[in-house]
């Protein structure tokens, strides 16, 4: 006897999984959000809906009463840089490869307990995209800029030589 297979190609808005009457078995996710759907992501994220977008390729592989959720979810959405406060395209693959289970009492360690029956692909994936989101997104431009005399970095800040003649003071005082 072998696994049951199916595939849904549309918006993960739209697919419920009834974890209850699913059959053991295989279930592949793709497809690309809707305009409505991005609407609902990018105001959680407080950004643009009319630039960007996301689409996921998730498994859901049933066995029993557990879940194991598995695949990638990409995204392009425009974010504003913490140091220069320009927006800016970010692109990100978000990893996803969860456990979960309707029957608490058998949980494993990394297992999560589901509380509502029905697997909402979409608020699974949206709470995937709004947890990995670098809650203080730097321009790729801006990750080594110079201010002053040193050189702002991600948390490793270096001191820049400096010129040690009489006109180097006159040159600081130029720029």
């Given amino acids: ?7 849904f190609k549309k918006d993960p808005f739209t697919v419920i999984l009834d974890v209850d009457t699913l059959k053991n078995g295989q279930y592949l996710i793709e497809g690309n959000f809707g305009v409505n759907s ?10 643009d809906a009319s630039k ?12 029993g009463k557990n879940l194991h959720v598995f695949g990638t979810i990409n995204i392009e959405i425009e974010r504003t840089c913490t140091r220069t406060l320009e ?3 970010a ?6 490869d969860e456990h979960l289970t309707m029957n608490p009492d058998f949980a494993e360690e ?8 029905p697997l909402n692909v979409g608020q699974f994936s949206v709470e995937h995209i709004v947890i990995s989101m670098d809650p203080y997104p730097i321009h790729p431009d801006a990750i080594n800029t110079a201010r002053g005399n040193v050189v702002v970095s991600d948390g490793m800040d270096k001191e820049v030589e400096v010129e040690k003649n009489p006109f180097s003071v006159l040159k600081h005082l130029q720029s």
């Fill in 38 to 47: 991005w609407k609902e992501i990018c105001q959680r994220m407080e950004s």
């Fill in 110 to 117: 990394e297992s999560e307990v589901l509380v509502e029956e």
């Fill in 1 to 7: 006897m072998s696994d049951y297979r199916a595939t």
């Fill in 52 to 63: 960007g977008g996301a689409s996921v390729a998730l498994t859901v592989e049933k066995k």
């Fill in 91 to 96: 692109s990100q693959q978000i990893s996803v």
């Fill in 87 to 89: 927006p800016f395209m």
